[in-house]
């Protein structure tokens, strides 16, 4: 029998976090919004060229790479962004793309031929999909394969399963409700060390994480892992408070006191520090999964289905991310949902 993997103990952060990744919602949204890259008529007119070029070519979606969809305009925005991701605020919001001239598969090509140049795509479910749609599917969350984004229910806070970064695109928006909500994860831990710094060692710690069902072939049906981690001097976090409650119907395993209370602060200090981001149609988004929490409220559709709110999404493996602590090996962090046959 294989000896059992031994997960080295994770320093705790005692000190609070300065810079760029420390941020409120209130602070951006008073100015200047300098997270919200416009595009120009010269990159917008170098979008509609590479689009022109892999259509004429034939080019499947998911085969174009960063060569095919060469975007010289955007060279040097690419490398601020990433490093915005990795170092900054952890975020970007890309607009100025007009989604009326596109149909749904162009608009599909153009956002993925743009996240070329911030990573490479990996699996977001087990159908090995590279390019995922947020939509409300009518799924019931009483199914335990059902995932929060099939459906038109507030989100709460949370980082993807998977991922460095996490990639929206907005085809359309719902009627009423849908609005973008993000969080600094840096933020939240600072408030913990002044306001409630006893919860730390509790998010220090390991959570059982509900897979939904994706689990690899073989494995059980969670997995475990802290929120919070430092580890070679980067502060990182990996939150989802329903993945967390909902693997106790698998585990058997209830959630101690505190660990309740801390995944409720983690929640309350997001929703006091959030950014509140309405997509327009065209926008693009793109979160770190190690720095920013995001949500969405829930939303009431239009009637009719060819109105009816409905995203792209997709999860980059970065050139330029962070090394991750052996604590976060039993979930899918970096290398996505194991495609299944």
Known sequence: MDAPTV??????LTRPLAGRSVWTGAELAAGPQDWVWRLDEDTLADIDRALARVRREGRALTQ???????????????ARIADELEHGRGFA?????????YDADDLACLFWGVSTHLGRAIPQNAAGDLLGHVRDEGRDMADGRTRLYQTNLRQRFHTDIGADVVGLACVRPSREGGVSMIASSAAIHNALLERAPWYLGALYGRFHLDWRGEQPPGERGWYSEPVFAWHEGRLS???????????QRLTGEPLTDVQREALAMV??????FRLEVDFEPGDLQFISNYMVLHDRTGFTDHADPALRRHLYRIWLATPNARTLPAAWAGGAARSGIRTRN
């Open 7 to 12: 997960v080295p103990p994770l320093t705790l």
């Open 64 to 78: 174009i790479t960063r060569e095919d969809f060469s975007l010289p305009s955007l060279d040097t925005a690419f």
């Open 93 to 101: 919001q890309i607009r100025g793309i007009d989604a009326t001239r």
């Open 237 to 247: 976090c990996r939150f989802s408070a329903s993945l967390i409650e909902s693997a």
């Open 267 to 272: 929640e309350a200090l997001a929703e006091e």
